[in-house]
């Protein structure tokens, strides 16, 4: 048998790969007879209207299959995800949270991705330093849509410092180019205080105003600092009067560009809010949310879940009662409360006990939910009271797994506690229906966190 191709790890059930009797260890050659590069090129060609797949089995035969497609994914998985190698980071950010991760964790969290194809399958933002024109031109021929950029500043030599990277200036065109193919993208931008803040934020929010309607929105994010700094470039922290200063200058062009536009385009996380004191804007402020996975309205949302997930109870007699405790990272505290007050505005009889997590782990400074690790769980939660049940969000835990960051399982805590653990989606009607005791036991398909370069 050759070594050529892509192996198939596995088939699904029922579908196309099976009906053909694929099987694991056989090897995808051509499609049309088109040689597979990675998964940009297979999800295109097996969008076509007729296939014909070549396949060297395990014993080396060659089978040509013709398949009639009405679209209809083939149900064939790869021994490697994006059937290629990962393509990892080539710059040395400022504020490169990997870089801040402690020692002696396992070995793929310190790996860095900078990876365009991760863009289209993860959600994942890229710097478009390590894009090659060829990676460019599959992008612009397939129509791959939408890429999530990593932009943090559009003064070349501002990015270059920043990314500790002589091309990224020069990567700032690839936006204009796939602005003139007509490439949907969104934007990122992870603000560090006095350096790409106050007028170099105002600069980057009106370069990027100009890629409108294809620049479809774009988030402002703080910098996350670690305890484990020693070495690296010298960030400050943002606080009240920094983080209401980046706020207000947002706030101006969301104004300026919803006039023009109908969008407000550009937003900032929520942490920006808590840190400045300040009231979570309007809903339709979000303009539907596009930017929820960095931050950008998940509270605002959250609020709006619950409040119509207890509507639609109100006629309902909950028969369950008891108590239950909720964990989570301190800077979600103050709105998870207001929450609960509401749900036990209904149901009385509920008894919830929420307990914000301090975290030692990584510091202080740091105070979101998806970076609680276990032992910081155990050691703050221990001796506390839990009642029957202790709810932990699901993006405290790996994704597709029980596992936390500090490869601390449910499991663990379970026992450390001697509480069952109940882990919680994200939107409000999951957080109502795991405080009423209607959730049930699910397998884990859930998406957790992702440490990522940024």
Same mark, same amino acid.
């Given at each position: 048998m050759s070594d050529q191709g892509h192996v198939i790890r596995s088939v699904d059930p029922g579908s196309i790969a099976e009906e053909l009797e694929l099987e694991p260890g056989d090897r995808l050659l051509t499609?049309?007879?088109?040689?597979?590069?990675?998964?940009? @090129?297979?999800? %295109?060609?097996?969008?076509? +209207?007729?296939?014909?797949?070549? !396949?060297?089995?395990?014993d080396g035969e060659l089978? *040509?299959?013709e398949i009639e497609n009405e679209y209809e994914d083939p149900g064939i998985n790869f021994e490697k995800g994006l059937m290629s190698d990962y393509k990892s980071c080539s710059n040395h950010c400022i504020f490169c949270f990997i870089d801040q991760m402690p020692p002696g964790m396992r070995e793929t969290l310190y790996f860095k991705d900078d990876d365009s194809r991760l863009s289209f399958l993860q959600g994942n933002y890229v710097t478009l330093t390590n894009m090659s024109d060829h990676d460019l031109k599959r992008i612009i021929d397939f129509h791959l849509a939408p890429i999530n950029i990593s932009v943090h500043t559009t003064n070349p030599e501002l990015r270059c410092r920043m990314l500790h990277n002589r091309f990224a200036g020069d990567s700032?065109?690839?936006? @204009?180019?796939? %602005?003139?193919?007509?490439? +949907?993208?969104?934007?990122?931008? !992870?603000?560090?205080?006095g350096i790409n803040?106050? *007028?170099e934020l105002d600069r980057t929010i009106r370069d990027l105003s100009a890629y409108l309607p294809y620049m479809e929105s774009v988030s402002v994010v703080p910098v996350g600092l670690t305890r484990y700094r020693e070495g690296?470039?010298?960030?400050?922290?943002?606080?009240?009067?920094?983080?209401?200063?980046?706020?207000?200058?947002?706030?101006r062009w969301q104004d300026v560009i919803y006039r023009e536009h109908g969008t407000h385009f550009i937003h900032a996380s929520d942490e920006f809010y808590l840190l400045a004191g300040r009231e979570l804007p309007e809903e339709e402020r979000y303009d539907g949310y596009p930017q929820i996975e960095n931050?950008?309205?998940?509270?605002?949302?959250?609020?709006?879940?619950?409040?119509?997930a207890l509507e639609a109870l109100k006629p309902e007699k909950s028969p369950c009662e008891g108590t239950i405790s909720i964990a989570t990272g301190q800077l979600a505290y103050a709105s998870l409360s207001r929450q609960i007050d509401k749900i036990h505005e209904v149901f009385p009889q509920i008894d919830v006990h929420i307990y914000p997590i301090r975290n030692d782990f990584f510091g202080e400074m740091i105070t979101v939910s998806g970076l609680v690790t276990g032992r910081d769980l155990i050691s703050q939660l221990k001796g506390q009271k839990l009642g029957e049940r202790l709810l932990l969000p699901m993006n405290m835990f790996r994704s597709g797994e029980e596992v936390l960051l500090d490869d601390v399982t449910r499991e663990d805590l379970q026992n450390a506690l001697q509480v069952p653990v109940?882990?919680?989606?994200?939107?409000?009607?999951?957080?109502?229906?795991?405080?009423l005791f209607r959730t049930p036991e699910e397998p884990v398909t859930y998406e957790g966190y992702e440490l990522k370069e940024i």
């Open positions: 499609i049309n007879g088109n040689e597979i590069e990675d998964i940009f @090129d297979y999800e %295109y060609y097996v969008n076509s +209207p007729q296939m014909l797949m070549v !396949v060297e089995k395990k089978w *040509e299959l700032l065109k690839k936006i @204009d180019l796939l %602005y003139r193919s007509g490439i +949907p993208m969104n934007g990122q931008i !992870v603000l560090c205080r803040d106050g *007028e690296l470039y010298p960030l400050d922290p943002f606080d009240a009067p920094s983080a209401a200063a980046a706020i207000r200058i947002i706030e931050g950008v309205g998940m509270l605002r949302l959250l609020d709006t879940e619950v409040s119509e109940t882990i919680v989606k994200s939107s409000g009607q999951n957080l109502v229906d795991a405080v």
